[in-house]
């Protein structure tokens, strides 16, 4: 039988076929859940082999199958599997908090490094973009997608040139902050390039369910590897269960229980994740959490066309609601002796409106963002936008003098020095890289995306990367950027099921 008449896949040794041959049926019961078991061992893998050279077991093998679709022309086939394996690879920050160091190195496909702060999938970035420069394919124009890249160009663009100014007049700008950021813009840039060039509508779907898979994967493999005691993860004073980084956008499947098919899996998913939201949830994880359960809920009630609602699905929605209360009053009911009742109080705190009421970690947040708009009125042009990359600010308002900035905040020399040179979240890093016009771009842009969430919860992966950890680390930017163009699966229709 010829390849172009291959029947569905259905078995595990095929599965692989489910993210690159053009006539599979990828949102199959069987094949999905075969994706899943794969991406699940590949998590469970990159884990597993934290910081070991073992690691290169898969990774190599990962770069092999990229780069094999390459030299047979299959560009579009090559790009998915370079974000498939991307976005289930685990970050040095996310992971145990730690930045790569010569003593702490990670091996997987998104870290592995080639030379200084290069790493591998970098490389592969800059040849796709080569590639798609020389094609005959064009850039899709017709997509949300495509005004988000321009979006970031406006964003990009100026703090670099801001900054290289800045690194060659003064003295405080530093080139090693600089370089940080280029290479993020980088990597956003050309990703997004690289998707707007390949990005057919089967391209779309396929990345859909890559990114939906991927999510699932990341919950069973990190499970996984909590239940058989394979990982140990620390923040803090606090021991917690250790996730691999695409779980942060599992809360967007709290908003999928009324769109998603894969309903079993998507139950089981969350379920998990509220096992490990008892203990480990952080404070974006508060937000993100309330954020999806709002829009589930506006999504079942006033979705347009949706009339007929399954009894099944309402149930479901019922069921993961009464979930998240039950999680909320357990977490709740642990004042402090858990790093998710710790996070959950730092959260409600910031409500109250004082600064002076908010826990440590808010309180951090709200200082540095008061500072940088402090700078800002004295200097407009700071105001309007940004500081650059590279630059930094002060605590001209004092509002860090009583805080331990060492713990978990900034480094013994920073603090000596009195000058920082990042927030510690997007609404901080946004105004001061980027300025207010900068922060109006990216509000406005996110805005459009919110508007479709009920088309496609995967769009509410703007609220949970953009406006929550952009500029954080270039694993979650390949995340959040791979959501973002699966979001425009169906997003013209109303109902996904």
Known sequence: MQRKNRP???????????????????????????????????????????????????????????????????????????????????????????????????????TLKLIGPIRACYAMNLVFTLILLHSKLKVRKDLLYYKLYKVFLCLFIPASIIGVIGVALHPFYTFDKLLD???????????MYII????????????????????????????????????????????????????????????????????ALLLLTLVIYFFFATTVLAGKEVFSIAFCLFFLLYCYFFRTGNKKRSPFVTIL???????????????????????????????????????????????????QLANILYEGLQNPFL??????????????????????????????????????????????????????????????ISWKYIKKIRFNYMNSAIFLWVLLIFYFNTIFAYIGLFALIGAEYKVNKVNMM
């Open 8 to 110: 569905i896949i259905e078995h595990n040794k095929d599965v692989i076929y489910a993210m690159y041959y053009s006539k599979v049926n990828i949102s199959d019961s069987s094949t999905f859940t075969n994706l899943v078991l794969l991406f699940t061992g590949f998590v469970i893998v990159n884990i597993v082999t934290l910081n070991n050279p073992a690691n290169l077991l898969l990774t190599i093998p990962q770069y092999i199958i990229v780069l094999f679709f390459l030299v047979k022309n299959n560009i579009r086939d090559s790009v998915l599997s370079h974000f498939a394996f991307t976005i289930l690879s685990l970050s040095a920050q996310k992971t145990l908090g730690m930045f790569e160091t010569e003593d702490f190195l990670l091996y997987n496909y998104g």
């Open 181 to 191: 950021k280029e290479i993020y813009a980088y990597v956003v840039l050309t990703s």
């Open 196 to 263: 707007l060039k390949v990005a057919n509508d089967r391209f779309i779907q396929v990345a859909y369910y890559i990114c939906l898979s991927g999510i699932m994967a990341g919950i069973f493999g990190s499970f996984f590897c909590f239940i058989t005691g394979l990982t140990v993860s620390h923040y803090s004073v606090f021991d917690i269960a250790y996730m691999s980084d695409i779980t942060y956008l599992t809360p967007m499947l709290i908003i999928g229980v009324i769109m998603v098919k894969q309903r």
């Open 317 to 367: 929605m019922f069921g993961v609601v009464g979930l998240l209360v039950g999680l909320v009053i357990h977490i709740q009911g642990n004042t402090g002796s858990t790093m998710a009742s710790y996070k959950l109080h730092s959260a409600f705190s910031m409500m109250t409106g004082n600064i002076d009421d908010a826990g440590r970690s808010p309180y951090i947040r709200m200082a």
């Open 383 to 444: 105001l309007i936008f940004g500081n650059g990359y590279g630059g930094y600010f002060e605590d001209k308002l004092g509002l860090f003098a009583n805080v331990d900035l060492l713990n978990g905040a900034y480094n013994f020399k920073t603090v000596g020095s009195g000058r920082f040179h990042s927030g510690h979240d997007a609404v901080v890093n946004i105004p001061f890289f980027n300025g207010l016009v900068g922060m109006w771009l990216v509000l406005r």
